[in-house]
């Protein structure tokens, strides 16, 4: 059975190390084009090492960076980029930057922290922020301020979408319950829902209702938290393939059109994580 099949090779340009295919994109509801491949930026902590993590994926051909206000490295990811994209010819308008809404922020709070992510960010506008948890921090889940204080988020998201501070707005870790309760009373529509998703965590009924809604859905830990790159089934397919276990797991979303955002500081992971777009997998 044959479990992998080669496609054309992306060129690449060595006296540039830059990548001469561009990344495969998927169609928000706002029109935009999101790049299927991301750079997760969770745990980059430190100027310098956020510089590396971001010259090293530009490089390798990412334009997609997604990071979050619980990260704590929005001013350095901003820095970096700002700093680099001259390095490759790039514009404000070649790359797409996502953000997050951190929990403490949730109600009230979400107009001034999403513009305090702006800010930080040091840019004109975000391309996609998300509401990064459906609860708020320090109440239990149970607390009836939590399904208050969603709603009151995703007014104020959608007046900066308005403003078009926000080109984008969308939600992470919502399960079905909270994602139909959000589509009844919204007035804009969710462009993207962001979620834990692998071959062991296949999110079936969230795919479905994206689907049904046309909210775009995109994927984090990937590799599930790094334990299903010892999976023996992804061994035998990553052997066969001649390919890593993460290209494997990453190659295995991607091929259903789902983003994905594997998060390294390592320049040569981050470069072998982009190399998902000239292999196919089998059915």
Not at 25 to 51: D, E, I, R, W
Request: with cysteine; proline share 6%.
């Amino acid at each position: 059975m044959h479990v992998c099949l080669s496609l054309p090779r992306t060129r690449v340009d060595r006296s540039s190390r830059l990548v001469m295919g561009p990344v495969p994109c998927v169609s928000l509801n706002t029109g935009a084009q999101m790049p299927l491949l991301g750079l997760g930026t969770y745990k980059l902590v430190g100027a310098q090492t956020v510089l590396q993590a971001v010259d090293a994926a530009l490089a390798a051909g990412y334009r997609s960076f997604d990071t979050a206000a619980v990260y704590r490295n929005e001013a350095d990811v901003g820095r970096a980029l700002k700093e680099l994209m001259p390095k490759y010819g790039l514009s404000r308008e070649d790359v797409f930057i996502t953000s997050k809404l951190g929990p403490k922020d949730q109600g009230a709070g979400a107009m001034a922290a999403a513009l305090h992510s702006l800010s930080e960010l040091d840019l004109d506008w975000i391309d996609l922020y998300l509401i990064h948890w459906p609860g708020t921090q320090g109440l239990e889940v149970s607390d009836h301020r939590n399904p208050e204080n969603r709603p009151v988020s995703w007014s104020a998201l959608e007046q900066l979408q308005i403003q078009g501070k926000l080109k984008a707005i969308g939600v992470s870790n919502y399960t079905p319950h909270h994602l139909r309760a959000l589509l009844r009373d919204c007035t804009v529509v969710p462009a993207l829902l962001q979620v834990e998703f692998h071959p062991r965590l296949p999110q079936v009924q969230l795919r479905s209702l994206c689907a049904e809604e046309g909210v775009v859905f995109q994927a984090y830990s990937s590799l599930g938290r790094g334990e299903l790159c010892s999976d023996p089934v992804v061994l035998q397919v990553s052997e066969a393939c001649e390919r890593t276990p993460a290209q494997v797991l990453l190659r295995w979303a991607v091929q259903q059109d789902i983003g994905v955002l594997p998060k390294s500081s390592c320049p040569e992971r981050i470069r072998t994580n982009a190399s998902i777009f000239d292999f196919s997998l089998s059915s």
